[in-house]
């Protein structure tokens, strides 16, 4: 069995209310009982946080025991080397997810500090772009 963590990061506590438009209506919690159907066979363990501490914390903690992480890191993707530093000191593969396309909105989304320490990225397809990500792992 793969054990996958997926780290949410700032305001993604509030898919489902906060610009549907962009995000969806979907909450993450109903979302993530969808994902566990479709993944029988994958422990997929999830934490959200808003503060960069705290998901800097989360990495250190998961990331030498856990086959793989998915990491949306919201706004602190474009923001975040102390984030970066994280992943590239952890041995576990990370997966970066976006739900937005970044790169047909503003200029400062097109830039992500995670990318280059991730073994990919998989951006724009909506909340499916977790379950995209949790295949690519399963290819690992
Ligand atoms: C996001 C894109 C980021 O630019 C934004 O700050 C988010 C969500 C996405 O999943 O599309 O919070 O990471």
């Given amino acids: 069995m793969k054990h996958i963590q997926i780290i949410n990061g700032p305001n993604l506590n509030l898919l489902g209310k906060r610009e549907p438009i962009v995000y969806g209506y979907q909450t993450f919690d109903t979302y993530l009982v969808q994902l566990k159907a479709q993944f029988p066979e994958v422990e997929l363990m999830y934490y959200q946080s808003n503060m960069e501490g705290e998901i800097i914390n ?3 903690e998961t990331g ?3 086959d793989a992480i998915i990491i949306n890191g919201g706004a ?3 923001t975040s080397i102390a984030i970066a530093d994280a992943i590239r000191s952890i041995t576990v593969p990370v997966v970066e997810v976006h739900i937005s396309n970044v790169f047909k909105r503003e200029t400062f989304r097109h830039h992500s500090f995670l990318s280059e320490v991730c073994k990919g990225c998989i951006v724009g397809f909506g909340m ?7 295949e690519a792992v399963l290819e690992f």
Avoid: M
């Avoid at 499916?128 to 949790?134: E, M, P, Q, V």
């Fill in 64 to 66: 030498f025991s856990t």
């Fill in 128 to 134: 499916d772009s977790y379950r995209l990500a949790i």
């Fill in 58 to 60: 989360k990495l250190h």
């Fill in 76 to 78: 602190y993707t474009h």
